[in-house]
């Protein structure tokens, strides 16, 4: 897969941050473009760099102003813009993630079913036939945005969010799916949960899933969730 060649756009965020735009859709030879810009920014080696975070279409790169020239900097980013206008998809770690569908671990499975107008059994098939890319890490620490998810089971937000979502739950939002790697108030429908922990501090890297990465996700039964979490 190679990115398409459009121009980087650059905007400020504050005095410490540059945003640096592909383009503004979801589309993985672009989210592919912003991970290899990236690490291109980061094998500048400038100091002052004090992270770069790559999302759907769009890197953010957040620098110290008082030990960064910003000549320099910017200088480094229309370099690895230019570096990366026809980038190949480099695949990431594949991830199984067992995940027990329904029941109390995943209590808006029949709500999504009928949005897809599908048993739940239908809609579980639907929600684990497919990879899953990792686009970006956000919201909170290691939530993974993954996608996309087939059109007919891409069920909304709750209208009302949850001040309470255990942590391993498996959601859907739209055309994205994930795993909530803590407990958090959250407000995409959950269709099931994994006894993996997604995000641990004491790792020397927290989370388990990182940009460009792909998730496959394995149904389980209750029993074997039960046999997971002793």
């Given at each position: 897969?190679?990115?398409?060649a459009?121009?980087?756009?650059?905007?400020?965020?504050?005095?410490?941050?540059?945003?640096?735009?592909?383009?503004?859709?979801?589309?993985?030879?672009?989210?592919?473009?912003?991970?290899?810009?990236?690490?291109?920014v980061?094998?500048?080696?400038?100091?002052?760099?004090?992270d770069?975070?790559p999302?759907?279409?769009?890197?953010?790169?957040?620098?110290?102003?008082?030990?960064?020239?910003?000549?320099?900097?910017?200088?480094?980013?229309?370099?690895?813009?230019?570096?990366?206008?026809r980038?190949?998809?480099?695949?990431?770690?594949?991830?199984?993630?067992p995940?027990?569908?329904?029941?109390?671990?995943?209590?808006?499975?029949?709500?999504?079913?009928?949005f897809?107008?599908?048993?739940?059994?239908?809609t579980?098939?639907?929600?684990?036939v497919?990879?899953?890319?990792?686009?970006?890490?956000?919201?909170?620490?290691?939530?993974?945005y993954l996608?996309?998810?087939?059109?007919?089971?891409?069920?909304?937000?709750?209208?009302?969010?949850?001040?309470?979502?255990?942590?391993?739950?498996?959601?859907?939002?739209a055309?994205?799916?994930?795993?909530?790697?803590?407990?958090?108030?959250g407000?995409?429908?959950?269709?099931?949960?994994?006894?993996?922990?997604?995000?641990?501090?004491?790792r020397?890297?927290?989370?388990l899933?990182?940009?460009?990465?792909?998730?496959?996700?394995?149904?389980?039964?209750?029993?074997?969730?039960?046999?997971?979490?002793?």
């Amino acid at each position: 897969m190679t990115s398409p060649a459009l121009p980087a756009r650059f905007s400020r965020a504050g005095d410490s941050a540059i945003v640096v735009e592909f383009e503004e859709r979801i589309d993985l030879a672009i989210n592919a473009r912003c991970i290899a810009f990236a690490n291109a920014v980061l094998s500048c080696g400038l100091p002052g760099i004090r992270d770069v975070v790559p999302a759907y279409c769009t890197v953010t790169v957040y620098f110290d102003p008082l030990r960064t020239e910003q000549e320099r900097l910017l200088a480094c980013l229309k370099q690895a813009a230019s570096e990366t206008r026809r980038t190949v998809d480099a695949p990431g770690r594949t991830h199984r993630v067992p995940v027990c569908y329904g029941g109390e671990l995943g209590p808006d499975l029949a709500d999504v079913a009928r949005f897809a107008r599908l048993s739940e059994e239908e809609t579980i098939e639907r929600h684990v036939v497919r990879r899953y890319r990792v686009f970006m890490l956000g919201f909170i620490p290691g939530f993974a945005y993954l996608g996309t998810v087939d059109e007919q089971i891409a069920a909304p937000r709750r209208a009302a969010p949850r001040t309470r979502v255990p942590a391993g739950s498996v959601g859907i939002a739209a055309g994205q799916t994930g795993v909530y790697p803590i407990e958090t108030p959250g407000g995409w429908q959950l269709i099931g949960r994994t006894p993996l922990r997604v995000f641990d501090p004491s790792r020397p890297r927290p989370s388990l899933f990182q940009p460009g990465d792909a998730v496959h996700f394995v149904p389980i039964s209750r029993q074997q969730w039960d046999r997971f979490t002793l």
